[in-house]
């Protein structure tokens, strides 16, 4: 996916007069209120709703898809994984530590087997993996020297 066009206010091809837009619409919109949800609700993420509100928008407004993507508080995290894969620290570890949290309920509180657990620890495991690999921080760009001629 490639940057929103800053001035571009049309909808994609194909969905001007479609019901498929207004779905796609109301889908993103969940998806940035649960999103904004999240900001304050400890354990509940906010970038991925907040890409899945992207995905949405770039399928039915491409205005609503700059205003997020460019959004102040919102785009910055969006714009990070967009081009630099990466997850904050903050984040990777509160996944980590409610990741590990659930497991260690559902083994002691709710399992009455191994079965649970072995399913959970199969699906947590690569999950936490792939999160805590992620880069935390963007990589710094080196300013080349512009030299001049004189």
């Known amino acids: 996916m490639t940057k929103p066009a800053e001035n571009d206010t049309s909808v994609p091809e194909g969905l001007a ?30 970038t991925v709703f907040l890409l899945i509100a992207l995905w949405a928008f770039s399928k039915s407004s491409d205005r609503f898809q700059a205003w997020l993507w460019e959004h102040p508080r919102l785009g910055p995290p969006i714009r990070a994984w967009h081009e630099h894969h990466v997850i904050p620290l903050r984040a990777k570890m509160l996944a980590a530590v409610m990741m590990s949290a659930s497991f260690v309920y559902v083994t002691f509180f709710v399992a009455e087997d191994w079965v649970l657990p072995s399913i959970m620890a199969a699906m947590l495991i690569p999950s936490a993996a792939f999160v805590l690999s992620r880069a935390s921080q963007a990589p710094e760009t080196a300013e080349v020297p512009v030299q001049s001629d004189q």
């Open 17 to 46: 007069r479609c019901g498929a837009r207004w779905a796609l619409l109301i889908f993103g919109w969940a998806n940035v209120v649960v999103g904004a949800i999240g900001i304050v609700v400890p354990g509940l993420p906010t």
